[in-house]
């Protein structure tokens, strides 16, 4: 069971730290970020791994982080620097036996557990 929480709204340059409270041992999996737009396909984000492997989109590259260290049970991602464009519903994914390279590909269709999304809105 994944729940998301810390959405909500901001200005642009503004931030924010999002949380994904995860129910379960995730040692096989890659836990991943992802945004929807409306009207627009889900795409990866950030995501993590055990070890602390992370990876990110370009267009957050600079600008968010996944933390390494911290609650085992808790997935973090902390957006810095928000813009306008990064408005969208956030959600967590477990995506099991990937790198967190793998786990961050097209439209998280190989992620098998998700959470139901935390809204992000980032204001002019």
């Known amino acids: 069971l994944l729940v998301e929480s810390g959405g909500g709204s901001v200005q642009a340059g503004g931030s924010l730290t999002l949380s994904c409270e995860v129910s379960g041992y995730w040692y096989y999996y890659s836990m991943a970020w992802f945004l929807q737009g409306p009207g627009k396909e889900r795409e990866g984000v950030a995501s993590l791994n055990i070890t602390g492997s992370t990876s990110y989109a370009d267009s957050v590259k600079g600008r968010f982080t996944i933390p390494r260290h911290g609650a085992q049970n808790r997935i973090l991602l902390q957006m810095n620097s928000l813009r306008p464009e990064d408005s969208a519903t956030y959600y967590c994914?477990?995506?099991?036996?990937?790198?967190?390279?793998?786990?961050?590909?097209?439209?998280?269709?190989?992620?098998?557990?998700w959470g139901l999304g935390t809204q992000v809105t980032v204001s002019t």
């Open positions: 994914a477990a995506c099991r036996g990937m790198t967190p390279f793998q786990a961050l590909a097209g439209d998280g269709a190989q992620c098998e557990s």
